[in-house]
DNA sequence: AAGAGGCCCTGATAGC
DNA sequence: TGCTATCAGGGCCTCT
């Protein structure tokens, strides 16, 4: 499901939700997420407040008052669901309102607060917890990941210097974490269609108006799905059950075989598996 | 060192 | 109906 603005919309909600609220009791009914739940998962996260919930790349960071940290991540199909109780202090499972969202398969851990709890639910197991010790470690945890598109470094003299001699194609750079973070699958499509650049381009061809293109675009893109609630496909929802709109105004993700979105290009959506993931692009104004 | 490819896993859908 | 193959929003590891 998520790239960075799926992630921020999640951040949003939870952070809402749980800010201030102490974990009361923690239940884990699978461990075997991409990494193994580490076995003091639950006691590090008992009787602690939530004092905010951040968002570095397509992680979620939930700060703890004892300076340590929840980190999350969801992997290709992660959810997180909130469940209310209705009978405070008591935590049969049967006190809980039935989600009409929550699956009844692959809820693998279970986050108690006095009066709600948060389901993370991931069939594919993608995703995964780790528990950070503090400020210290947590800046370690991101040292190789490159700067979010926001970050005022990823300008045109990073995106530029980086990209020479390199004979990676250009796709393939927006997809890599350590190049740029946050950036998935669908927003690399999306942002290299307005950027008019063929994914396949080497990026050492790319000229510095095509890099600047590249960053202004970035910004654009991942800022315009955050504000339009992130994008539903199969069934991507926020923790309170809300679907995303940005599906709907994908210039090529998805729309193969049909008419170019840019105005007078006769152009045709053409998909190619770049590095195994699909990719959709101009075969006209996309150069 | 950079870059390509395989792999982790389940579920939905298409095609026979 | 039931089988098989293919494809999904990610990221880590290994090999060349």
Redesign the pocket.
């Known amino acids: ?3 960075l603005p ?1 992630v921020e919309i999640v951040r949003q909600s939870l952070d809402k939700k749980i800010i201030q609220k102490k974990v009361k009791k923690v239940i884990i009914r699978n461990r ?1 997420l ?2 193994k739940i580490p076995l003091n998962f639950e006691s590090f996260l008992k009787n602690q407040k939530i004092l905010n919930v951040k968002r570095f ?3 979620l960071i939930i700060s703890l008052s004892n300076k340590g940290y929840c980190l999350l ?5 992660g959810t997180v669901h909130i469940i209310y109780n209705y009978k405070k202090n008591n935590f049969t499972n049967t006190s809980f309102y039935n989600s009409p969202s929550l699956p009844t ?2 809820n693998h851990v279970e986050i108690f607060f006095d009066n709600l709890k948060i389901v993370y639910n991931d ?4 995703g995964f917890f780790e528990i950070i010790k503090n400020n210290k470690l947590l800046i370690k945890r991101f040292i ?1 990941l490159g700067p979010e598109p926001f970050d005022y470094k990823f300008n045109l003299k990073y995106v530029f210097s980086f990209f020479k ?5 250009i796709k ?2 927006l ?1 890599d ?2 190049f740029v ?6 927003y ?1 499509s999306e942002i290299l269609f307005l950027s008019k650049i063929n994914p396949m381009k ?3 061809l790319l000229t510095k108006k095509e890099c600047r293109r590249i960053v202004l675009n970035s910004k654009r893109v991942l800022l315009d799905a955050i504000k339009k609630g ?7 929802k926020n923790i309170s059950g809300t679907k ?1 709109s940005f ?1 709907k105004y994908f210039k090529v ?2 729309r193969e075989g049909q008419r170019c979105k840019r105005l007078k290009c006769d152009g045709n959506v053409k ?1 190619k ?1 770049i ?4 990719t959709f692009f101009c075969n006209i104004c996309q150069k």
């Open positions: 499901m998520p790239e799926e075997n991409r990494f790349s397509k992680y991540h969801l992997g290709m199909s398969k692959h069939p594919r197991r993608f190789n001699e390199k004979e990676k194609n393939n750079f997809l974490q350590n973070s946050g950036i998935g699958n669908i690399a080497k990026a050492k992130g994008s539903t496909i199969r069934d991507f995303g599906q993700y998805q998909k598996n590095s195994n993931r699909s």
